[in-house]
């Protein structure tokens, strides 16, 4: 493997005006996540090649390559207080590692087929992984311990820690009796047990994109006739009724940290701003996104990440609607988030890379 250094690439030239940004490009396949650590000072990122790799947020540096799994990593976050890293894997193992040496601490061993999805809670402690063996498994994170195990009956696609320490929220696709019937729901299910909760969320509805807001209280559905629906989880009850919010299918729905403003985007990069609690559309605005599939909100609330078809990432300002940045991107983002001061973006990529992002 070349130096670190020599895997950086600056592409200043390339922009113009704009300001450089860094690739990092140490994977082999197609990088599935990245994630900020709690502090913003690493970046880790899970790829089809079987590992993880700890970055340097400001020069890109790898640090760390988390090497163990089998097969495919799906994803990877680091624990609440950064410590630890968790990641899921087609070879049928979550495992936890240390994020200063990179030694691996446990195999969460048990699951019969790809772990799709993880939560760790809040504190810490736990570990709630789901697999497409259709089964939840609660573990112990300080031993590994396979504490309790629970068949489910429908593919999970998202697992989000709610505050507390005692419940996660699960968005769960159910297959129907053809590959047009298809719907989604959101529920509860409780740590401890594994018990499932009422459905709290559009039950039988097809959903095309979903957030929550940062907190987890609130969860935003849009669908392919472009409305949405938002829930407050903690309250069981619907915010606002329908919302007829595009005449397309929407490409991705966002909330503001502050839970005062929605944003929605349909699929041919128009972009509105709502007032979450009264449901008045506040501002419309067209992006340059071709084919839109994300949106990321800086944790202040002002800016706005867009992303599109043909390589796109644009930065908008949410009260104004106008552009800040564009960055056409030699490959395809598979999803970007803001580093947490707000002054960054990360984006990982189809083509085995990631990329830091310097904003303005």
Request: proline share 4%; with cysteine.
């Amino acid at each position: 493997m070349p130096a670190v250094q020599e895997n950086i690439t600056v592409l200043g030239q390339a922009l113009g005006a704009q300001r450089e940004f860094l690739i990092l490009r140490s994977h082999e396949y197609r990088v599935s996540t990245a994630a900020f650590s709690p502090d913003g000072i690493r970046v880790v990122t899970a790829s089809w090649d079987g590992t993880a790799r700890l970055w340097d947020a400001a020069t890109g540096a790898e640090l760390l390559v988390l090497r163990g799994h089998e097969d495919a990593v799906s994803t990877a976050a680091f624990s609440p207080d950064g410590i630890r890293v968790v990641t899921a894997s087609s070879d049928r193992t979550a495992r936890l590692w240390d994020a200063a040496t990179g030694a691996e601490l446990r195999t969460l061993a048990g699951h019969g087929a790809a772990v799709t999805a993880l939560a760790v809670t809040p504190d810490g402690q736990s570990v709630v992984s789901f697999g497409e063996d259709l089964k939840y498994k609660l573990w112990d994170a300080k031993s590994g311990k396979d504490v309790r195990t629970r068949d489910g009956a429908d593919k999970v696609l998202l697992m989000v820690p709610l505050p507390g320490d005692k419940q996660v929220a699960v968005w769960y696709q159910r297959l129907g009796s053809s590959d047009d019937d298809v719907t989604h729901s959101v529920q509860k299910v409780d740590v401890a047990t594994l018990t499932p909760g009422e459905v709290l969320a559009d039950r039988g509805r097809r959903v095309t994109c979903l957030c929550f807001s940062a907190d987890g209280e609130l969860v935003a559905m849009g669908g392919p006739d472009g409305s949405v629906r938002v829930w407050n989880l903690a309250k069981k009850e619907r915010v606002g009724g329908d919302r007829p919010a595009h005449a397309k299918a929407l490409g991705d729905v966002s909330i503001t940290p502050d839970k005062k403003r929605l944003i929605t985007g349909d699929q041919e990069g128009e972009v509105k701003v709502w007032d979450l609690a009264g449901g008045q559309n506040l501002r419309t605005f067209k992006t340059a996104a071709a084919g839109l599939y994300g949106l990321a909100v800086s944790p202040d609330g002002k800016r706005l990440a867009v992303v599109g078809g043909g390589g796109l990432v644009e930065v908008c300002d949410v009260d104004s609607g106008q552009s800040l940045r564009q960055w056409r991107l030699r490959t395809e983002g598979v999803a970007v988030t803001f580093t947490p001061d707000g002054r960054g973006l990360v984006s990982a990529n189809k083509d085995s890379t990631a990329y830091l992002l310097e904003l303005p």
